[in-house]
């Protein structure tokens, strides 16, 4: 089982996890040409995509699955919620399917089973990827953790985390403030201290990889972030790695 990252931020998010003959996409918030650029950097062909899997309706993360899918004849997997919202754009493509927040579910050699979170939109959730041996986390776009997410993240492989903001950037940002007090809610996105301090909760003494993800361009820093993430590891800070916006990570193997 391997993952990589298309791309993680505000701009467009996409996380690539592969087992065996089955590669999923989770999320697609690029452009068609700039998601097929960026599969092959990855060395993945469009067509090659066994599923696209969505957290919920926002553009960054949903805005190119209808493309896509329609394009190459790809099945999407989404919560009702996520499909009420979309239900007019997605009406036409061939393959759509219905998930249940609480409920995994299997595309080829890949179990997906998702996390639900608190965030601004209709049903979202985050997703754990396993081949029936490696658990691989994704956690991003959340305005706080809970004890069912800490739960469900304890004793994963690897874990991709949301260090969307440092609540001074942001204060001292020239955001309207009504995007700063949504960003910094209950329903927004965890800030540095906030992902290090889900980090100190859970069992982490099988984690092989942790990258920080979904930062802000301007209210984030990666050094901020893998400060805080190292700190709750007791790992050097050059061993969190970041999913950038514009490249991404490159493949990542679970052993």
């Known amino acids: 089982m391997r993952f990589a990252c298309l791309g993680s931020g505000s701009e467009g998010n996409g996380l690539l996890v592969e087992a065996g003959a089955t590669r999923v996409l989770i999320d697609c ?28 309706e926002h553009s960054d993360h949903i805005g190119g699955v209808a ?10 997997w989404l919560t009702f919620g996520t499909l009420d919202c979309v239900s007019e754009r997605f009406a036409d493509l061939p393959r759509i399917y219905g998930i249940d927040s609480y409920q995994p579910f299997v595309v080829g050699e890949l179990e997906l089973d998702p996390i639900a979170v608190p965030h601004d939109a209709r049903e979202p959730v985050q997703f754990i990827c396993s081949d029936g041996r490696k658990r691989m986390a994704l956690l991003t776009d959340l305005g706080f953790s809970t004890p069912y997410v800490e739960m469900r993240l304890s004793a994963c492989d690897a874990l991709v985390l949301e260090c969307n ?18 960003i910094a809610s209950r329903y927004g996105h965890l800030d540095n201290a906030s992902a290090a301090g889900l980090l100190g909760r859970i069992d982490t003494t099988r984690l092989q990889h942790v990258f920080a993800a979904h930062l802000s361009q301007q209210n984030n820093r990666p050094d901020l972030a893998r400060a805080a993430l190292s700190t709750a590891l007791n790992c050097a800070p050059d061993w969190i790695g970041i999913a950038d916006q514009h490249q991404g990570f490159d493949w990542r193997d679970l052993s």
């Not at 493309?67 to 999407?76: E, P, S, Y």
């Not at 903001?165 to 949504?182: A, I, T």
């Open 165 to 182: 903001h440092d609540p001074e950037l942001l204060e001292g940002s020239d955001y309207p403030l009504s995007v700063k007090q949504r």
């Open 29 to 56: 918030g690029f452009g068609i040409r700039d998601c097929i650029a960026r599969l092959a950097r990855l060395g993945v062909a469009a067509e090659s995509l066994d599923a696209i899997v969505v957290t919920h």
């Open 67 to 76: 493309a896509m899918a329609a394009r190459f004849d790809i099945a999407v």
